[in-house]
């Protein structure tokens, strides 16, 4: 028994926000029987990821030792911490729990990639345990963002581990359980060994704010407001997606919720009994009829999406609805970096539509899920665990996540992605490294992230494509000239002739000089018809293309 | 005289922030004698322009009519006010009035572009004024976040324009001139005709800040510092460079310069006189022999910028400095919408070295250089201009400050790039549309915006890139089987058998089916290739690549 360990081992989530997996295990060096919590993706950006349709943790380690996977338990349902259930299942194949809202939302991911949803079972809250292996674990209601979002409580036979998931301290979370201080209190009351932490908002100085505090201010600005008012948010954000329905009811007006986002999640809210109380709702088509000042849309994209709703009412129509001078659109959410140009660009587009945009920067009409440094200095207090691992953040959130832990005597350290930590001691301790990384689903293909495919489209898209041809016959001799085609690149440059031309011409001159040898080569022939292309082009245009260079040969 | 007018036509800045290029007229319809405020560009990024080098305004107009125009002047030096000087004065040929910093950056722009320097003529602010055809344009200082900022002040005969360029209402600017209420009331005591103003911050609720007040603050926090300590700011923003080169001097600290362009800008603010006592600066060689606790780096690349020397730090070493744990980063500076990811990047690789970092969520160690809310008012009322015309600034920007001085009752309007205003009448009145756009300087070479050219490259980013290659003989036979290339796709997709195989397959089936009529027409012949292509990718992998056919005729 005295060989036996507990292990935590993050594959996505820590060193980055986004794509969350966590493995912990308990048993034998190299032989712990394992869990696996939560399995979510992350969003591609043109920067880094053109193309590329979502991103998963690397997740070959733990598919290597599936035979060791005993289960796998979802927080809560956001879509970087469920959203790649689906992709992997199949691959793992251990059965996965999450309370009933998640679970709704988990079965439908299993769905849209063939795989069978009755391996999504639905548990109950704390304290219902399941065992998994050596572990029971137990899903221990939370506030935060999206409805029933729940920390987990690990027990093992070295102690009990509290994975918080995303979480906020909020006692009046308008849909869903409120945190109980008293409730994680006497889950605590016999020691915690580890508080495994959500590290988001630790540098938001100042304690976080109640979901109800938004309620009375949206209320107010659309009462106030004389044509349609347009209100977006995160369609998981159930609690706000009431509130804000609520506050077009209240002021008259008829609810229409637009994007199948925002339908989908206050349907599974409704069928899984998290939701009560929703304003009716119409169908656009119904919308279209009512008068503009007694109408309020739910639309989906606060992030600036093209393909939101949001988005396309910014772009003129949506559902056959357009706004108007006087009308109001309202972001109730906050733009999380990297989407900034994409929300001002719908910004700008309402703006020439004469639309009075309304956003969060005077903090009335949206409030964080995360909890900020005075909300993680209590969980800490409240739990009181023997060290506290930071996760879910970049490097920059962990490191000071931990110092915020060491400053009160407690043990901490900063573990990114792939570092093995042992925690059956008094302190954490780094015991290997795995090897992680991200995959990309490109189209319907996952592909390595350091495959070369992405980088390659990258090399496109700044520096543009030539591809050089050259036909020579059965003697190695050139059948006529070398042929240009570019894709991406400008027609005309510093000669004033056509950049095809005069690459043509460079080439030809190139072949005619080309010894028997280089002819009869292809890698030599290439390799020079590839230099010629791309000096050609830079003295011509200023910039060195990527260059392909077939070469056939009659034979 | 009566068929004269006097009018204002933005080809760049407004709609947008940056590449500022505005023209005021007046004469005849059609024939208005024209001069050009200022002549910027902006900055590409990878999801709208990937590879561009730099981004102008489409001078189209301006070119086709360079006969009527007058003289160029330039307010001041920041990139977006006078980047483009160098690269159109040759198709203008006005002569280009600056004041002495400016002017000394401008002639820069000229030598690096191999333009001849002498045409940028120094002037001297306020009164001197500089004749241009029917104008009378006087530089009026005005402070901002580079040194020598300036309004022009644009007599016509059909009355006084004021057009702000970018400012703030400074009265303690640390360098340069303060702005001085009384000198821009007797500027304005005879009447203004139309006040033309920056319109950046029109949402910054609250009066601006002072310069001065950064100082303190940096102080506190560099004298506190335990090791070395980096700060970046916007090379330009001399004024910030000297508060934080005197910060480190007085914490007994050697200063040291990184990066060229804030060795430059501190040497022109040197040379022109607007920069005294600037602290002794050492080499980086230098710095390599000194205890880092004495050291102070000042370095280029506030927004993350990768080539230049914060991001060079944070990736590991920068002319031999290496940080540590414990030094410090600040950014004093803030973040552009849109470049939050690149920042974010090099506050998480500092965070990996253990350095700590400071930006400026505190509001301690940063100042803008535009005029808030209150400051328009306060302008506005100083001024009091019988029309506002808001310049610099995205739509929203725009509109919200035309909203803003017609609360006031004056006459405003929304004028964006290509809208001509006639100024002559009470209110400013839409006359005309001018075609406007974007020029992107791509390598060496300029293309519209429009071209096709970078469309291409994104969609070669975001689907890749299959070259399809066939031969047919004399006779339009097939010469041997199609030939794939393929670059930015995935090796292999849904039958597990390389994508290149697979398309050759089915474009092979193709070949053999298709009728004679077919092979002996490129275009249909070409057309058929690509659809077979494409739908075989999107089989195989689910997505549809930019796809090139390559026909070659043996004859």
Redesign the interface.
């Known amino acids: 028994m005295s060989s036996d360990r507990l292990i935590y081992l993050p594959l996505g989530g820590a060193?980055e926000i986004g794509m969350n997996a966590y493995v912990y295990g308990y048993g034998p060096q190299g032989k712990e029987r394992l869990i696996l919590v939560d399995l979510g993706v992350t969003f591609s950006?043109?920067?880094t990821t053109?193309?590329v349709d979502l991103i998963f943790p690397d997740m070959t380690w733990l598919i290597d030792n599936k035979d060791r996977l005993e289960a796998i338990f979802i927080t809560h349902g956001h879509e970087d911490h469920i959203g790649a259930i689906g992709q992997f299942w199949e691959k793992l194949g251990a059965p996965v729990y999450a309370r009933a809202f998640t679970a709704n939302l988990a079965r439908h991911k299993m769905r849209d990639q063939g795989q069978p949803d009755e391996a999504i079972r639905t548990v109950s809250a704390w304290p219902e345990v399941t065992a998994a292996g050596p572990f029971n674990v137990g899903f221990l209601p939370i506030s935060h963002s999206i409805p029933e979002s729940a920390a987990l409580v690990i027990d093992s036979p070295d102690g009990r581990v509290i994975h918080t998931g995303d979480f906020k301290l909020d006692e009046t979370p308008i849909v869903g359980e409120a945190f109980d201080p008293d409730l994680w209190a006497s889950v605590a009351k016999k020691g915690v060994k580890a508080l495994v932490c959500d590290s988001t908002n630790v540098?938001s100085p100042h304690a976080g704010r109640s979901e109800a505090t938004v309620g009375p201010e949206i209320e107010k600005l659309v009462a106030a407001a004389p044509q349609m008012v347009v209100a977006t948010t995160f369609a998981s954000n159930v609690a706000r997606v009431k509130t804000l329905a609520e506050a077009g009811e209240r002021a008259g007006r008829s609810i229409c919720l637009m994007g199948r986002a925002m339908r989908r999640m206050v349907e599974a809210a409704i069928e899984t009994g998290v939701l009560k109380d929703f304003p009716k709702v119409i169908s656009p088509e119904d919308a279209n009829n009512i008068p503009r000042e007694n109408l309020m849309l739910l639309a989906t994209g606060s992030q600036g999406e093209r393909r939101a709703a949001s988005a396309q009412l910014a772009r003129g129509k949506h559902n056959g609805i357009t706004l108007k001078e006087g009308d109001m659109f309202l972001f109730s959410s906050k733009t999380i970096?990297?989407n900034?140009?994409g929300v001002?660009r719908i910004?700008?587009q309402?703006?020439?539509m004469g639309v009075d945009?309304v956003d969060d920067?005077s903090g009335l009409y949206h409030v964080s899920g995360h909890a900020n440094r005075p909300d993680l200095e209590r969980m800490h207090d409240i739990v009181n665990p023997q060290m506290v691992i930071p996760m879910h953040g970049?490097?920059?959130h962990l490191?000071e996540h931990a110092k915020l832990a060491e400053s009160k005597g407690r043990q901490s350290v900063v573990a990114v992605n792939g570092t093995m930590l042992d925690l059956s001691g008094n302190a954490p301790k780094v015991t290997e490294f795995v090897e992680t990384g991200r995959t990309y689903l490109?189209?319907?293909?996952k592909?390595g992230a350091l495959?070369g495919?992405?980088r390659?489209?990258?090399r496109?898209?700044?520096?543009?494509?030539v591809?050089v041809?050259v036909?020579l016959d059965e003697d190695d001799e050139p059948?006529?000239d070398p042929?240009v085609?570019l894709?991406?690149?400008?027609?005309?440059?510093?000669s004033f002739a056509p950049l095809v031309d005069v690459l043509e011409e460079d080439l030809s001159q190139f072949m005619g000089r080309a010894g028997q040898k280089t002819l009869a080569d292809d890698d030599k022939l290439e390799e020079g018809l590839r230099r010629v292309a791309r000096n050609s082009a830079?003295d011509e245009?200023?910039?060195k293309p990527?260059c392909?260079v077939?070469i056939?040969r009659?034979s």
């Not at 490109?442 to 293909?445: A, H, L, M, N, Q």
């Not at 894709?487 to 510093?494: C, I, Y």
């Open positions: 060193g950006d043109m920067e053109p193309g540098f970096p990297g900034e140009k001002i910004i700008n309402f703006s020439e945009v920067s970049e490097h920059r490191r490109d189209g319907s293909v592909i495959d495919v992405v390659d489209r990258i496109m898209a700044l520096n543009g494509h591809i041809n036909i059948l006529g042929w085609d894709m991406g690149l400008p027609e005309q440059g510093s830079r245009i200023g910039k990527e392909t077939i056939s009659l």
